[in-house]
Protein backbone atom coordinates (compact mmCIF):
# COMPACT_ATOMS: atom_id res chain seq x y z
CA UNK A 1 0.00 0.00 0.00
CA UNK A 2 1.18 3.28 -1.15
CA UNK A 3 1.93 6.34 1.49
CA UNK A 4 -0.87 8.21 0.42
CA UNK A 5 -3.62 5.43 0.43
CA UNK A 6 -2.68 4.25 3.98
CA UNK A 7 -3.08 7.92 5.59
CA UNK A 8 -6.01 9.37 3.42
CA UNK A 9 -9.05 8.08 1.74
CA UNK A 10 -8.54 7.55 -1.97
CA UNK A 11 -11.81 9.93 -2.42
CA UNK A 12 -9.47 13.13 -1.22
CA UNK A 13 -7.46 13.14 -4.57
CA UNK A 14 -10.74 13.38 -6.43
CA UNK A 15 -11.18 10.04 -7.65
CA UNK A 16 -14.76 9.86 -6.82
CA UNK A 17 -15.13 12.88 -8.97
CA UNK A 18 -13.03 11.74 -12.27
CA UNK A 19 -14.19 7.95 -12.99
CA UNK A 20 -11.99 5.66 -15.20
CA UNK A 21 -9.20 6.45 -16.48
CA UNK A 22 -8.72 10.23 -14.96
CA UNK A 23 -9.43 8.94 -11.25
CA UNK A 24 -6.59 6.16 -11.56
CA UNK A 25 -4.23 9.07 -12.81
CA UNK A 26 -4.47 11.81 -10.75
CA UNK A 27 -4.39 9.19 -7.89
CA UNK A 28 -0.65 7.61 -9.53
CA UNK A 29 0.43 11.49 -9.64
CA UNK A 30 -0.75 12.31 -6.27
CA UNK A 31 1.57 8.96 -4.97
CA UNK A 32 4.09 9.89 -6.76
CA UNK A 33 4.13 13.49 -5.07
CA UNK A 34 3.84 12.15 -1.41
CA UNK A 35 6.28 9.40 -2.28
CA UNK A 36 9.19 12.23 -3.50
CA UNK A 37 8.51 14.20 -0.48
CA UNK A 38 9.11 11.24 1.39
CA UNK A 39 11.75 10.72 0.42
CA UNK A 40 13.50 14.14 0.07
CA UNK A 41 12.91 14.12 3.95
CA UNK A 42 14.51 11.45 4.54
CA UNK A 43 17.53 12.32 2.64
CA UNK A 44 18.17 15.81 4.56
CA UNK A 45 17.84 13.99 8.19
CA UNK A 46 20.60 11.70 6.32
CA UNK A 47 22.38 14.76 5.36
CA UNK A 48 21.53 16.17 8.99
CA UNK A 49 22.95 13.17 10.65
CA UNK A 50 25.99 12.62 8.19
CA UNK A 51 29.60 14.09 9.29
CA UNK A 52 29.48 16.03 5.80
CA UNK A 53 26.82 18.09 6.99
CA UNK A 54 28.84 18.78 10.61
CA UNK A 55 31.83 19.81 8.46
CA UNK A 56 29.95 22.35 6.89
CA UNK A 57 28.59 23.89 9.78
CA UNK A 58 31.67 24.06 11.31
CA UNK A 59 33.26 25.77 8.13
CA UNK A 60 30.49 27.84 7.94
CA UNK A 61 30.74 29.10 11.93
CA UNK A 62 34.24 29.30 11.24
CA UNK A 63 34.05 31.87 8.34
CA UNK A 64 31.92 34.01 9.99
CA UNK A 65 33.71 34.35 12.99
CA UNK A 66 36.59 35.45 10.47
CA UNK A 67 34.37 37.83 8.73
CA UNK A 68 33.24 39.43 12.26
CA UNK A 69 37.15 39.64 13.36
CA UNK A 70 38.11 41.30 10.39
CA UNK A 71 34.93 43.59 10.16
CA UNK A 72 35.97 44.31 13.85
CA UNK A 73 40.15 45.17 12.36
CA UNK A 74 38.77 47.64 9.73
CA UNK A 75 36.35 49.26 12.64
CA UNK A 76 39.46 49.68 15.21
CA UNK A 77 41.64 50.89 12.41
CA UNK A 78 39.05 53.73 11.00
CA UNK A 79 38.72 54.39 14.57
CA UNK A 80 42.69 54.89 15.12
CA UNK A 81 43.45 56.60 11.89
CA UNK A 82 40.27 58.85 12.68
CA UNK A 83 41.57 59.83 16.44
CA UNK A 84 45.17 60.11 14.36
CA UNK A 85 43.61 62.80 12.22
CA UNK A 86 41.44 64.43 14.72
CA UNK A 87 44.67 64.94 16.85
CA UNK A 88 46.54 66.08 13.91
CA UNK A 89 47.52 69.59 13.91
CA UNK A 90 46.37 70.00 10.07
CA UNK A 91 42.85 68.92 11.44
CA UNK A 92 43.01 71.37 14.54
CA UNK A 93 44.14 73.79 12.33
CA UNK A 94 41.69 73.53 10.16
CA UNK A 95 38.89 73.35 12.12
CA UNK A 96 40.47 76.86 13.48
CA UNK A 97 40.86 78.30 10.49
CA UNK A 98 37.40 77.41 9.82
CA UNK A 99 36.10 78.97 12.93
CA UNK A 100 37.84 82.24 11.97
CA UNK A 101 36.25 82.30 8.78
CA UNK A 102 32.74 81.49 10.34
CA UNK A 103 33.36 84.29 12.84
CA UNK A 104 35.37 86.63 10.61
CA UNK A 105 31.83 86.09 8.10
CA UNK A 106 29.69 86.70 11.00
CA UNK A 107 31.16 89.90 11.65
CA UNK A 108 31.65 91.74 8.04
CA UNK A 109 27.45 90.57 7.72
CA UNK A 110 26.57 91.90 11.46
CA UNK A 111 28.91 95.05 10.46
CA UNK A 112 27.88 95.48 7.37
CA UNK A 113 24.00 95.44 8.49
CA UNK A 114 24.65 97.91 11.48
CA UNK A 115 26.52 100.32 9.18
CA UNK A 116 23.69 100.48 6.43
CA UNK A 117 21.27 100.57 8.64
CA UNK A 118 23.10 103.54 10.67
CA UNK A 119 23.60 105.13 7.50
CA UNK A 120 19.73 104.92 6.92
CA UNK A 121 18.92 106.65 10.27
CA UNK A 122 21.45 109.35 10.11
CA UNK A 123 20.31 110.45 6.77
CA UNK A 124 16.44 110.02 7.66
CA UNK A 125 16.94 112.22 10.57
CA UNK A 126 18.78 115.09 9.06
CA UNK A 127 18.13 118.42 8.50
CA UNK A 128 18.58 117.84 4.53
CA UNK A 129 16.29 115.26 4.38
CA UNK A 130 13.62 117.04 6.03
CA UNK A 131 14.44 120.23 3.37
CA UNK A 132 14.19 117.96 0.90
CA UNK A 133 10.94 116.16 1.12
CA UNK A 134 9.44 119.76 2.28
CA UNK A 135 10.53 121.00 -0.88
CA UNK A 136 9.64 118.17 -3.30
CA UNK A 137 6.25 118.34 -1.75
CA UNK A 138 5.63 121.70 -3.53
CA UNK A 139 6.75 120.57 -7.05
CA UNK A 140 4.36 118.06 -6.38
CA UNK A 141 1.64 120.43 -5.65
CA UNK A 142 0.85 120.95 -8.87
CA UNK A 143 0.09 117.31 -10.17
CA UNK A 144 -0.67 115.94 -6.32
CA UNK A 145 -3.89 118.24 -4.64
CA UNK A 146 -3.83 117.05 -1.32
CA UNK A 147 -1.07 117.80 1.21
CA UNK A 148 -0.37 114.31 2.43
CA UNK A 149 -0.27 112.71 -0.57
CA UNK A 150 2.19 115.54 -2.05
CA UNK A 151 4.30 114.52 1.75
CA UNK A 152 3.75 110.84 0.65
CA UNK A 153 5.08 111.27 -3.01
CA UNK A 154 8.26 113.75 -1.70
CA UNK A 155 9.25 111.43 1.08
CA UNK A 156 9.09 108.04 -1.36
CA UNK A 157 11.04 110.07 -3.68
CA UNK A 158 13.88 111.54 -1.40
CA UNK A 159 14.11 107.82 0.29
CA UNK A 160 15.00 106.27 -3.40
CA UNK A 161 17.84 108.55 -3.13
CA UNK A 162 18.88 108.17 -0.46
CA UNK A 163 19.21 104.52 -0.77
CA UNK A 164 21.19 105.51 -3.95
CA UNK A 165 23.68 107.23 -1.62
CA UNK A 166 23.99 104.47 0.62
CA UNK A 167 23.80 101.49 -1.14
CA UNK A 168 26.25 102.78 -4.15
CA UNK A 169 30.01 101.18 -3.80
CA UNK A 170 32.39 103.39 -1.97
CA UNK A 171 34.60 103.46 -5.61
CA UNK A 172 31.74 104.82 -7.96
CA UNK A 173 31.03 107.77 -5.43
CA UNK A 174 32.62 111.36 -6.49
CA UNK A 175 33.79 112.10 -3.31
CA UNK A 176 37.68 111.93 -2.82
CA UNK A 177 39.54 109.15 -0.79
CA UNK A 178 41.57 110.58 1.83
CA UNK A 179 45.25 109.55 1.31
CA UNK A 180 45.53 108.74 4.67
CA UNK A 181 42.70 105.95 4.46
CA UNK A 182 43.87 102.19 5.01
CA UNK A 183 41.69 99.19 4.31
CA UNK A 184 43.99 96.51 4.98
CA UNK A 185 42.37 95.34 8.28
CA UNK A 186 38.99 96.90 8.49
CA UNK A 187 36.35 97.12 6.03
CA UNK A 188 35.53 100.48 4.36
CA UNK A 189 33.53 101.68 7.78
CA UNK A 190 33.12 99.25 10.69
CA UNK A 191 30.61 99.67 13.23
CA UNK A 192 32.31 99.49 16.93
CA UNK A 193 29.00 99.82 18.61
CA UNK A 194 25.57 101.08 17.90
CA UNK A 195 26.00 103.64 15.93
CA UNK A 196 29.43 104.14 15.95
CA UNK A 197 31.36 104.20 12.50
CA UNK A 198 34.87 104.27 12.36
CA UNK A 199 37.30 104.47 9.50
CA UNK A 200 40.65 103.03 9.01
CA UNK A 201 42.87 105.69 8.75
CA UNK A 202 46.80 104.00 9.72
CA UNK A 203 49.18 106.16 8.07
CA UNK A 204 48.96 109.49 9.61
CA UNK A 205 47.86 109.73 13.62
CA UNK A 206 45.07 111.76 14.30
CA UNK A 207 45.27 114.72 17.01
CA UNK A 208 42.84 112.72 18.77
CA UNK A 209 42.37 115.95 21.76
CA UNK A 210 40.40 117.74 18.78
CA UNK A 211 38.39 115.08 17.63
CA UNK A 212 34.66 115.81 19.93
CA UNK A 213 35.32 113.08 22.54
CA UNK A 214 32.43 110.36 22.37
CA UNK A 215 31.73 108.40 19.64
CA UNK A 216 33.53 110.31 17.25
CA UNK A 217 36.86 110.16 19.42
CA UNK A 218 36.05 106.52 19.79
CA UNK A 219 35.72 105.87 16.30
CA UNK A 220 38.99 107.48 15.27
CA UNK A 221 41.06 105.94 18.01
CA UNK A 222 40.04 102.11 17.44
CA UNK A 223 40.23 102.77 13.63
CA UNK A 224 43.93 104.54 14.02
CA UNK A 225 45.18 101.40 15.99
CA UNK A 226 42.93 98.38 15.38
CA UNK A 227 45.23 97.92 12.14
CA UNK A 228 48.55 98.66 13.55
CA UNK A 229 48.10 95.78 16.32
CA UNK A 230 46.45 92.84 13.47
CA UNK A 231 49.75 93.95 11.59
CA UNK A 232 52.08 92.92 14.29
CA UNK A 233 49.80 90.39 15.20
CA UNK A 234 50.27 88.82 11.65
CA UNK A 235 54.22 89.47 12.16
CA UNK A 236 54.40 87.11 14.99
CA UNK A 237 52.18 84.47 13.70
CA UNK A 238 54.91 84.42 10.78
CA UNK A 239 57.50 84.02 13.14
CA UNK A 240 55.50 81.33 15.53
CA UNK A 241 55.07 79.28 11.92
CA UNK A 242 58.63 79.68 11.07
CA UNK A 243 59.91 78.34 14.65
CA UNK A 244 57.63 75.74 14.44
CA UNK A 245 58.87 74.27 11.19
CA UNK A 246 62.82 74.48 12.42
CA UNK A 247 61.57 72.63 15.73
CA UNK A 248 59.87 69.69 13.28
CA UNK A 249 63.42 69.88 10.97
CA UNK A 250 65.75 70.53 14.19
CA UNK A 251 68.17 68.04 13.42
CA UNK A 252 68.95 69.57 10.00
CA UNK A 253 69.11 73.21 10.98
CA UNK A 254 71.95 74.79 8.90
CA UNK A 255 74.31 77.45 11.38
CA UNK A 256 72.49 80.60 10.04
CA UNK A 257 69.26 78.89 11.20
CA UNK A 258 70.41 78.19 14.54
CA UNK A 259 71.60 81.70 14.93
CA UNK A 260 68.71 83.31 14.27
CA UNK A 261 66.02 81.16 16.47
CA UNK A 262 68.59 81.97 19.32
CA UNK A 263 68.29 85.94 18.00
CA UNK A 264 64.30 85.50 18.55
CA UNK A 265 65.08 83.67 21.96
CA UNK A 266 67.20 86.91 23.40
CA UNK A 267 64.78 88.99 22.10
CA UNK A 268 61.88 87.43 23.77
CA UNK A 269 64.20 87.49 27.14
CA UNK A 270 65.30 83.86 27.14
CA UNK A 271 69.01 83.57 27.62
CA UNK A 272 69.69 79.90 28.16
CA UNK A 273 67.98 78.66 24.79
CA UNK A 274 68.83 74.97 24.08
CA UNK A 275 67.93 73.99 20.99
CA UNK A 276 68.30 70.18 22.01
CA UNK A 277 65.95 71.03 24.75
CA UNK A 278 62.31 70.25 24.69
CA UNK A 279 61.85 72.52 27.72
CA UNK A 280 63.51 75.75 25.75
CA UNK A 281 61.53 75.31 22.80
CA UNK A 282 58.05 75.02 24.96
CA UNK A 283 59.07 78.37 26.92
CA UNK A 284 60.02 79.98 23.51
CA UNK A 285 56.47 79.06 21.74
CA UNK A 286 55.16 80.33 24.71
CA UNK A 287 56.27 83.80 24.04
CA UNK A 288 56.02 83.69 20.31
CA UNK A 289 52.46 84.36 20.25
CA UNK A 290 49.75 87.03 19.28
CA UNK A 291 47.99 89.33 21.67
CA UNK A 292 44.21 89.74 21.22
CA UNK A 293 43.20 93.46 19.10
CA UNK A 294 40.22 94.18 21.91
CA UNK A 295 43.00 93.55 24.52
CA UNK A 296 45.56 96.05 22.86
CA UNK A 297 42.95 98.77 22.26
CA UNK A 298 41.29 98.52 25.47
CA UNK A 299 45.14 99.45 27.01
CA UNK A 300 45.55 101.83 24.92
CA UNK A 301 42.75 103.73 24.88
CA UNK A 302 42.82 103.23 29.35
CA UNK A 303 46.52 104.38 29.52
CA UNK A 304 46.69 106.68 27.12
CA UNK A 305 43.06 109.05 28.11
CA UNK A 306 42.29 108.12 23.98
CA UNK A 307 45.19 109.44 22.91
CA UNK A 308 44.65 112.69 24.76
CA UNK A 309 47.70 112.10 27.39
CA UNK A 310 50.93 114.20 27.36
CA UNK A 311 52.91 110.61 26.86
CA UNK A 312 50.77 109.43 24.01
CA UNK A 313 50.87 113.23 22.23
CA UNK A 314 54.82 114.05 23.06
CA UNK A 315 56.33 110.24 23.10
CA UNK A 316 54.04 108.36 21.55
CA UNK A 317 53.16 106.07 24.49
CA UNK A 318 49.82 104.71 24.14
CA UNK A 319 50.38 101.86 26.55
CA UNK A 320 52.23 103.37 29.86
CA UNK A 321 55.12 101.45 29.57
CA UNK A 322 58.38 103.03 32.05
CA UNK A 323 62.32 103.24 31.00
CA UNK A 324 64.64 103.30 33.69
CA UNK A 325 67.52 105.28 31.57
CA UNK A 326 67.75 109.07 32.36
CA UNK A 327 66.70 110.92 29.53
CA UNK A 328 65.09 107.73 28.06
CA UNK A 329 61.23 109.21 27.83
CA UNK A 330 58.84 112.18 29.64
CA UNK A 331 59.41 112.42 33.31
CA UNK A 332 56.16 112.20 35.07
CA UNK A 333 55.19 115.58 36.55
CA UNK A 334 53.78 113.10 39.80
CA UNK A 335 57.01 111.04 40.33
CA UNK A 336 57.61 110.89 43.78
CA UNK A 337 61.04 112.04 44.74
CA UNK A 338 62.89 108.79 45.03
CA UNK A 339 62.00 107.66 41.53
CA UNK A 340 63.80 107.72 38.62
CA UNK A 341 61.76 106.45 36.38
CA UNK A 342 60.69 107.79 33.05
CA UNK A 343 57.55 106.90 30.90
CA UNK A 344 59.57 105.83 27.52
CA UNK A 345 59.37 107.89 24.36
CA UNK A 346 58.65 106.04 20.93
CA UNK A 347 59.72 107.21 17.46
CA UNK A 348 56.18 106.23 16.17
CA UNK A 349 52.65 104.72 17.86
CA UNK A 350 53.98 101.51 15.82
CA UNK A 351 57.00 101.21 17.76
CA UNK A 352 54.67 101.69 21.15
CA UNK A 353 52.61 99.00 20.08
CA UNK A 354 55.23 96.84 19.09
CA UNK A 355 57.25 97.48 22.36
CA UNK A 356 54.04 96.88 24.12
CA UNK A 357 53.42 93.35 22.95
CA UNK A 358 56.68 92.56 23.32
CA UNK A 359 56.72 93.30 27.03
CA UNK A 360 53.70 91.49 27.56
CA UNK A 361 55.48 88.15 25.85
CA UNK A 362 58.59 88.56 27.61
CA UNK A 363 57.94 90.28 31.73
CA UNK A 364 58.14 87.89 34.01
CA UNK A 365 55.54 90.19 35.51
CA UNK A 366 53.04 88.23 32.86
CA UNK A 367 53.64 85.34 32.86
CA UNK A 368 50.06 84.16 33.53
CA UNK A 369 48.93 85.77 31.11
CA UNK A 370 50.93 83.69 28.82
CA UNK A 371 49.93 80.56 30.74
CA UNK A 372 46.59 81.68 30.26
CA UNK A 373 47.24 81.61 26.05
CA UNK A 374 49.02 78.81 26.18
CA UNK A 375 45.98 76.77 27.89
CA UNK A 376 43.43 78.10 25.73
CA UNK A 377 45.41 76.68 22.57
CA UNK A 378 46.06 73.44 23.87
CA UNK A 379 42.00 73.04 24.55
CA UNK A 380 41.92 74.78 20.82
CA UNK A 381 39.48 77.90 22.11
CA UNK A 382 39.76 80.97 20.93
CA UNK A 383 42.06 83.32 23.05
CA UNK A 384 40.13 86.16 23.54
CA UNK A 385 41.00 89.97 25.44
CA UNK A 386 38.43 89.11 27.96
CA UNK A 387 40.14 85.50 29.05
CA UNK A 388 43.91 87.14 28.74
CA UNK A 389 42.74 90.55 30.85
CA UNK A 390 43.41 88.17 34.11
CA UNK A 391 46.45 88.35 33.56
CA UNK A 392 47.57 91.54 33.54
CA UNK A 393 47.06 92.44 37.86
CA UNK A 394 50.59 93.35 38.06
CA UNK A 395 50.11 95.69 34.69
CA UNK A 396 48.53 97.96 37.18
CA UNK A 397 48.53 99.06 40.63
CA UNK A 398 44.84 98.73 41.14
CA UNK A 399 45.13 94.63 40.32
CA UNK A 400 41.89 93.35 39.95
CA UNK A 401 39.52 96.47 39.58
CA UNK A 402 42.27 97.25 36.63
CA UNK A 403 41.01 93.62 35.01
CA UNK A 404 38.03 94.62 35.51
CA UNK A 405 38.16 97.81 34.26
CA UNK A 406 39.46 96.18 31.23
CA UNK A 407 37.00 93.82 30.51
CA UNK A 408 34.18 96.65 30.81
CA UNK A 409 35.68 98.30 28.34
CA UNK A 410 35.94 95.32 25.71
CA UNK A 411 32.37 94.69 26.45
CA UNK A 412 30.84 97.92 25.94
CA UNK A 413 32.69 98.95 23.25
CA UNK A 414 32.15 95.49 21.68
CA UNK A 415 35.93 95.00 20.64
CA UNK A 416 35.90 91.09 20.95
CA UNK A 417 35.09 90.65 17.49
CA UNK A 418 38.52 91.28 15.93
CA UNK A 419 39.76 88.84 18.10
CA UNK A 420 39.69 86.23 14.82
CA UNK A 421 43.73 85.60 15.44
Avoid at 132 to 140: M, P
Avoid at 172 to 191: F, G, K, N, Q, Y
Avoid at 320 to 342: F, I, M, S
Wanted: charge should be positive; aromatic fraction near 10%.
Amino acid sequence: MSLIGDRYPRKSCGADKFPGKAGVTITRVAESIANWISETVSRIRAYIASDEFRKFIRRLVTWIESAVLWFGEVIAGLVSVGRRFVKSDGFKNGVRSGRDLAVVARNKALRSGEWITHQLYVIATSEFVKTGIATTADLFYVCLPKPRQQVIAAAALVFIAMLLVVLVPESERTDPVPETASIESLPESTVIDSGLVIESIESRIPNFAEVPAGRERKAAFFGYFLPIVEKENRAILKTRQRLDDWYQDRDQLSADEVSEISEIATRYRIEDFDIDSDVSWAKLMNRVDVVPPSLAIAQSANESAWGTSRFARKGYNFFGQWCYRKGCGLVPKKRDANKTHEVAAFDSPQESVKMYIRNLNSNRAYKSLRDLRAKLRRSNKPVTGHELAAGLKRYSERGLEYVRELREMISYNKLAVYDTF
